[in-house]
């Protein structure tokens, strides 16, 4: 069940299933959040698989959605209808998932296989409902999964394109992607970046080389915050032929009381200042 302060459970095999299934962004968005209200209600998902068990059926008014920053500034459902649409064409994890014509909700019902993503909470990512809204880019709600399934590891990292070999969620897995660098980092990097400012981390980007021909075929993310344990020079320390970067929180405007001022009529105010972090 969600917790009081909005968080919700993503399992690691949810995660991962994000991770590889390469949604759209708006897709993927509507796909947290009804993960995340799903996690708010009675029964919602189940703690012991059970193979007979049959998925609910839920529903949510769309202004439950647009408070988890889904189509927020459109008055009618036409968005989050054609996402719906999108999930269901294109993913396994619904029996159906629509905004009946007319209606201002929607209703779902997952399907065994995602049910079952569901239920093994061995490892799981604890994500806050507050950022579902922060998800307006390409690669948003993959790297927030994955950094909320990791981050609590002594020396989390976690690879972006390549499937983890401890949970099998396709059953059949996308050809291995031959990127440049060129044409990821614009797409990446600002992703990185905003979880980087919101979360606090820092993170060592690697995009690897392990094909038989030139091209990149994975990135390999790791996280650095206070209660991480990498040893010296090991958190940035990689394959030679890879192309590394570091993503680093943005300096924060903080403010703290302004010296007295000497014009007459002016007392104690406030100064802005930059505190690295």
Same mark, same amino acid.
């Not at 919700?8 to 299934?21: C, D, G, P, Q, T």
């Not at 500034?73 to 029996?95: G, H, K, Q, V």
């Not at 209606?103 to 093994?120: E, G, H, P, R």
């Not at 099998?168 to 990446?188: C, G, H, I, S």
């Given at each position: 069940?969600?917790?009081? =302060?909005?968080?919700?459970?993503?399992?690691?095999?949810?995660?991962?299933?994000?991770?590889?299934?390469?949604?759209?962004?708006?897709?993927?968005?509507?796909?947290?959040?009804?993960?995340?209200?799903?996690?708010?209600?009675?029964?919602?998902?189940?703690?012991?698989?059970?193979?007979?068990?049959?998925?609910?059926?839920?529903?949510?008014?769309? =202004?439950?959605?647009?408070?988890?920053?889904?189509?927020?500034?459109?008055?009618?459902?036409?968005?989050?209808?054609?996402?719906?649409?999108?999930?269901?064409?294109?993913?396994?994890?619904?029996?159906?998932?629509?905004?009946?014509?007319?209606?201002?909700?929607?209703?779902?019902?997952?399907?065994?296989?995602?049910?079952?993503?569901?239920?093994?909470?061995?490892?799981?990512?604890?994500?806050?409902?507050?950022?579902?809204?922060?998800?307006?880019?390409?690669?948003?709600?993959?790297?927030? !999964?994955?950094?909320?399934?990791?981050?609590?590891?002594?020396?989390?990292?976690?690879?972006?394109?390549?499937?983890? !070999?401890?949970?099998?969620?396709?059953?059949?897995?996308?050809?291995?992607? !031959?990127?440049?660098?060129?044409?990821?980092?614009?797409?990446?990097?600002?992703?990185?970046?905003?979880?980087?400012?919101?979360?606090?981390?820092?993170?060592?980007?690697?995009?690897?080389?392990?094909?038989?021909?030139?091209?990149?075929?994975?990135?390999?993310?790791?996280?650095?915050?206070?209660?991480?344990?990498?040893?010296?020079?090991?958190?940035?320390?990689?394959?030679?032929?890879?192309?590394?970067?570091?993503?680093?929180?943005?300096?924060?405007?903080?403010?703290?009381?302004?010296?007295?001022?000497?014009?007459?009529?002016?007392?104690?105010?406030?100064?802005?200042?930059?505190?690295?972090?």
């Amino acid at each position: 069940m969600v917790e009081s =302060n909005g968080l919700f459970r993503v399992s690691a095999a949810m995660a991962e299933y994000i991770k590889l299934a390469k949604m759209p962004k708006k897709a993927e968005k509507l796909l947290l959040a009804l993960i995340s209200i799903q996690d708010t209600l009675p029964y919602g998902w189940s703690t012991v698989f059970d193979p007979y068990r049959e998925p609910g059926v839920y529903f949510a008014y769309t =202004n439950e959605l647009r408070a988890l920053g889904i189509a927020q500034n459109e008055r009618s459902a036409r968005s989050i209808r054609a996402s719906a649409a999108c999930l269901y064409a294109n993913t396994e994890l619904f029996r159906f998932v629509n905004v009946p014509p007319g209606k201002d909700y929607i209703q779902w019902q997952f399907s065994q296989s995602a049910d079952v993503f569901m239920t093994d909470m061995e490892r799981y990512a604890l994500v806050s409902a507050a950022d579902i809204c922060h998800c307006s880019r390409e690669f948003d709600g993959r790297l927030l !999964t994955q950094i909320m399934l990791h981050h609590k590891m002594d020396r989390p990292q976690f690879c972006l394109f390549e499937q983890d !070999t401890r949970i099998r969620v396709l059953k059949q897995m996308p050809e291995t992607p !031959t990127f440049r660098a060129a044409e990821l980092t614009p797409r990446l990097k600002p992703c990185l970046q905003k979880w980087s400012n919101l979360k606090g981390y820092t993170f060592a980007v690697a995009y690897l080389q392990s094909g038989s021909q030139p091209g990149y075929t994975d990135v390999r993310i790791r996280i650095r915050h206070g209660k991480t344990v990498w040893p010296d020079g090991s958190f940035m320390k990689f394959d030679p032929r890879a192309h590394v970067y570091r993503v680093n929180p943005a300096k924060r405007q903080q403010q703290r009381p302004a010296a007295p001022s000497t014009r007459p009529g002016f007392g104690h105010g406030t100064e802005l200042w930059d505190d690295p972090l």
